[in-house]
């Protein structure tokens, strides 16, 4: 089965400062990937996914950007950051044909 | 436009007791029901899922249940456990791969002892 790692867990960043979360997958190939952002009290938002390498699809107009330079590789990143872009962002997988999608542990952002 | 509904933000039961939480969808073209469950802090995690040409599915302690005409679906938790309390999210999907689930906003379940 696979396991979906993301780092750092926590982060703290000032508004204006750039953005990079990274989103890892072991134990499949070829998976549709996926980035979420719960903020507090909140559902989950989905901000991008992403049917293979080189191919996003952004579901909210932001200031954020996402990219897929491997296959099991999805990388969230911002120019300058926002105090609205806090939030817990969740990286998620989907394999072959699957309907059901698994989630990394997230990642905590803070901006202040 | 929600497509997904989870109308009760919270719901708090009794150890023992059954939980029963709700989810109403307004997109006919919805043929896969999914589940999950979130600690805070941690990411959700898949609980129990139902296809549109079955009614339950029962997995232990959890049931799902599907009314196509009402397009309602529902997650029974019997008996209900202090480590149940989590946020529950219900999702939809139209078809299998490469289209995205479509979450509901969740529903905060607190089993009291």
């Known amino acids: 089965s696979q396991t979906i790692h993301q780092w750092p867990a926590t982060l703290v960043q000032p508004v204006g400062s750039p953005l990079s979360l990274e989103c890892t997958v072991e134990?499949?190939?070829?998976?549709?990937l996926y980035w979420y952002r719960q903020a507090a009290g909140r559902g989950l938002q989905l901000l991008f996914y992403?049917?293979?390498?080189?191919?996003i699809s952004s579901e909210v107009p932001q200031n954020l950007s996402a990219s897929r330079p491997q296959d099991r590789q999805f990388i969230l990143s911002s120019k300058k950051l926002l105090l609205s872009d806090s939030g817990f962002y969740l990286c998620?997988?989907?394999?072959?044909?699957?309907?059901?999608?698994?989630f990394g542990p997230g990642t905590r952002l803070t901006v202040t | 436009d929600q497509q997904v509904k989870q109308n009760s933000p919270s719901l708090s039961v009794q150890e023992g007791r059954i939980s029963i939480l709700n989810c109403d969808y307004t997109?006919?073209?919805?043929?896969?029901f999914l589940w999950y469950k979130k600690y805070p802090a941690e990411g959700p995690t898949f609980l129990i899922s139902?296809?549109?040409?079955?009614d339950k599915n029962e997995d232990g302690r959890f049931t799902v249940f599907l009314n196509k005409s009402a397009k309602h679906l529902s997650l029974h938790i019997v008996p209900s456990q202090p480590g149940d309390s989590a946020v529950y999210f219900c999702?939809?999907?139209?078809?299998?791969?490469?289209?995205?689930?479509?979450f509901g906003k969740g529903t905060r379940l607190s089993v009291i002892a």
């Open positions: 998620a997988c989907e394999t072959g044909g699957s309907y059901e999608q698994y």
């Open positions: 134990g499949t190939s070829n998976p549709n």
């Open positions: 992403s049917v293979g390498i080189g191919q």
């Open positions: 997109n006919s073209m919805f043929d896969y």
């Open positions: 139902i296809s549109s040409i079955k």
């Open positions: 999702a939809a999907s139209p078809n299998s791969g490469n289209t995205p689930l479509v």
